[in-house]
Structures are given as C-alpha cells and as structure tokens.
C-alpha cells in the first residue's frame, strides 16, 4: 500500500499489478468546451454505470483492460473546433473512443487496450476525483488518489502521448447522440469522469504522464438523456 498526501495516493489489494514504461503523456490545458444542444442522447449497453459530479470522477469494473504500445501521439492545439449540426450520431463499438477535456473526455467501448510502459505519473489540478466499482477504485481530490482492488492490472508503455491545448471546442446541435456498447464507459462531466466496466486492466510503463487543467466545462441544453441497459447505475 503506497499512500501520499496532496499528490498522488496509490492503493492496491488483492492481486493488483502496478507496471510504468516509457512516457506515457496525457496532457490537456486552457478551456475545452463541449456542448451539445437539443436532445443529447447518451447510451451504452451491458454493465454501464454512469455517475457524474462536479470535478474528475474515475471509475472503472470488472477486469478492463486499456495497452497501448509505442509512440501514440494525439495532440490538439489552438482553437480546434468540431462542429456538425442536426442529427450527429457518433457510435463505435468494440474498441476505443477517446476524448480529451479539462478538457479531456476518454471514451472507450468493448475491450479497450491500452499499454504503455515505465513511469508512471499521474497528475490532476483543481478537483480530481478518481472512483471505480467492482474491483476496481480509483479516487482523488485536489490532485490524485488512485485505488485498486481484486485484480487490478496497470500497464502502459513507449511515449504515448495526448495532448490538447488552448481552446478546443466540440459542438454538436439538434440530436447528438453518442452510443458505446459493451464494457467500457468513460464519461466528463464538469470537468472529468473516466470510466470503465468490465473487465478493466489498465497498465502503465515508463513516465506515464496525465494532467488536466482549468475549466473543464461540459454542457447539453435542452433534453439531456443517458440510458444504459443491464446493470445501470446513473448519478449526477
């Protein structure tokens, strides 16, 4: 059991494997903005639990598992804006999503890999709260505290890097419905929820570096629903 205090808190029970290869970066920075207006419809199906509130929740259940390997750089800078009007659906089973807020949203569905190797460090500003359920707890407040239990597997490895930066906007307007099926969920809210069910292993190697800061600011006008069948839990 490793515990700090105002930084990082890593806990792990029962046959938690933590592994940290080569520099893992996952930064956001500088107001990222996500709104939709309109009836936002949000779903996922088998073993979703979605919960929000005000700041960075991340959960994860049951044995996911998240690897990536060498070299995965995302970076956005300077006023990127996604934009689609009337009727955006954005669905993607079985595999990975990935959204940055803090303005970062992560997103994953059906058996989501991610590896990256050596070093692990993970940093959040302003309110980061970090929660799993079965099997897996993950919390944090004010900067970060990471819980594990019953089989938690932590890899990632070589320079996975994400990076987000000054103003990225993503708007959608009448009917955004996004929809990932089986597993994993990773939700923000109010700054940011990340989110996993079913068997989640997240591994870590090497410098694996994730930041969020300043203002993470999601918002749905106007009708919001999130709907998750089999084993749903919604709180907000």
């Known amino acids: 059991m490793i515990r700090s205090s105002e930084h990082q808190i890593i806990r792990s029970s029962d046959h938690q494997n933590i592994r940290t290869s080569d520099h893992q970066n996952i930064r956001t920075s500088d107001h990222q903005n996500i709104r939709s207006s309109e009836h936002q419809n949000i779903r996922s199906s088998e073993h979703q639990i979605i919960r929000s509130s005000e700041h960075q929740i991340i959960r994860t259940s049951e044995h996911q598992i998240i690897r990536s390997s060498e070299h995965q750089i995302i970076r956005t800078s300077e006023h990127q804006i996604i934009r689609s009007s009337e009727h955006q659906i954005i669905r993607k089973s079985e595999h990975q999503i990935i959204r940055t807020s803090d303005h970062q949203i992560i997103r994953t569905s059906d058996h989501q890999n991610i590896r990256s190797s050596d070093h692990q460090n993970i940093r959040s500003s302003d309110h980061q709260n970090i929660r799993s359920s079965e099997h897996q707890n993950i919390r944090s407040s004010e900067?970060?505290?990471?819980?594990?239990?019953?089989?938690?597997?932590?890899?990632?490895?070589?320079?996975?890097?994400?990076?987000?930066?000054?103003?990225?906007?993503?708007?959608?307007?009448?009917?955004?419905?996004?929809?990932?099926?089986?597993h994993q969920i990773i939700r923000t809210s109010d700054h940011q929820i990340i989110r996993t069910s079913d068997h989640q292993n997240i591994r870590t190697s090497e410098?694996?570096?994730?930041?969020?800061?300043?203002?993470?600011?999601?918002?749905?006008?106007?009708?919001?629903?999130?709907?998750?069948?089999?084993?749903?839990?919604?709180?907000?």
């Open 207 to 236: 410098h694996q570096i994730i930041r969020t800061s300043d203002h993470q600011n999601i918002r749905s006008s106007e009708h919001q629903n999130i709907r998750s069948s089999e084993h749903q839990n919604i709180r907000k």
């Open 143 to 182: 900067h970060q505290i990471i819980r594990t239990s019953d089989h938690q597997n932590i890899r990632t490895s070589d320079h996975r890097n994400i990076r987000s930066s000054d103003h990225q906007n993503i708007g959608s307007s009448e009917h955004q419905n996004i929809r990932s099926s089986e």
